[in-house]
Nanobody, 115 residues
Framework: QVQLVESGGGLVQAGGSLRLSCVAS????????MGWYRQAPGKQRELVAT???????NYADSVKGRFTISRDNAKNTVYLQMNSLKPEDTAVYYC?????????WGQGTQITVSS
């Protein structure tokens, strides 16, 4: 079992920046891929960015060049640096961990970008 605890959400004006953190209850050396997903009201949950254990990253087209995912295995933490935020980035952001073929989710953190 893996617990994921997100932090760093909040309200920001368009063009601003935020950094999300997700701390895992187990060593991230044992986690294959970690990622961030988001769900806006009335929409399905969608992938934002993922990072493999080796550091390979993948981004949704809508966030490429604005968001950066990283992981610090020494701190069991994955980050999402979000720059140039847009109102359409408003959503609940969820941390995800893929470990031994099981998927784990955090509780979510709200990001609201005002225009």
């Amino acid at each position: 079992q893996v617990q994921l605890v997100e932090s760093g959400g909040g309200l920001v004006q368009a063009g601003g920046s935020l950094r999300l953190s997700c701390v895992a209850s187990v060593s991230t050396f044992t986690i294959n891929a970690m990622g961030w997903y988001r769900q806006a009201p009335g929409k399905q949950r969608e992938l934002v960015a993922t990072i493999s254990r080796s550091g390979n990253t993948n981004y949704a087209d809508s966030v490429k060049g604005r968001f950066t995912i990283s992981r610090d295995n020494a701190k069991n933490t994955v980050y999402l640096q979000m720059n140039s935020l847009k109102p359409e980035d408003t959503a609940v952001y969820y941390c995800n961990a893929d470990r031994f073929t099981y998927n784990y989710w955090g509780q979510g953190t709200q990001i609201t970008v005002s225009s």
